[in-house]
Nanobody, 129 residues
Framework: VQLQASGGGLVQPGGSLTLSCAAS????????MCWVRQAPGKEREGVSC?????????YSQSVVGRFTISRDNANKNIVYLRMNMLRPEDTAVYYC??????????????????????WGQGTQVTVSS
């Protein structure tokens, strides 16, 4: 499986960005696709996960109500993260990630940012005026 993240950039506080993650090689064994971020000097933080089977979406408390994760209707191997009302504290490198073992549901994985074994290359999001 390979993951390709894109869509990062510089945005002013209160602005919006949409990240994309294109996956290749996914099989039915993969249960979730997630977004994880890491800011300089900080630990990884799970941001959002979507169940590839049920379609349910899960979010960290820091982004709930502002971010939306979704899958492309035409190409189920593309996952988006729509980020609204961005704040300076959202500045980080954002990675899409998945778990090949399928041990955890999407709802659990969002709180387990170190349990992914397949990562995309990361895309920088900077929120600054």
């Amino acid at each position: 499986v390979q993951l390709q993240a894109s869509g990062g950039g510089l945005v002013q506080p209160g602005g919006s960005l949409t990240l994309s993650c294109a996956a290749s090689g996914l099989t039915p064994d993969y249960r979730s696709m997630c977004w994880v971020r890491q800011a300089p000097g900080k630990e990884r933080e799970g941001v959002s996960c979507i169940s590839l089977t049920a379609g349910s979406a899960h979010y960290s408390q820091s982004v709930v109500g502002r971010f939306t994760i979704s899958r492309d209707n035409a190409n189920k191997n593309i996952v988006y993260l729509r980020m609204n009302m961005l704040r300076p504290e959202d500045t980080a490198v954002y990675y899409c990630a998945t778990d090949s073992l399928g041990w955890y549901s999407a709802g659990l994985l969002v709180n387990r940012p170190n349990d992914f074994d397949i990562w995309g290359q990361g895309t920088q999001v900077t929120v600054s005026s």
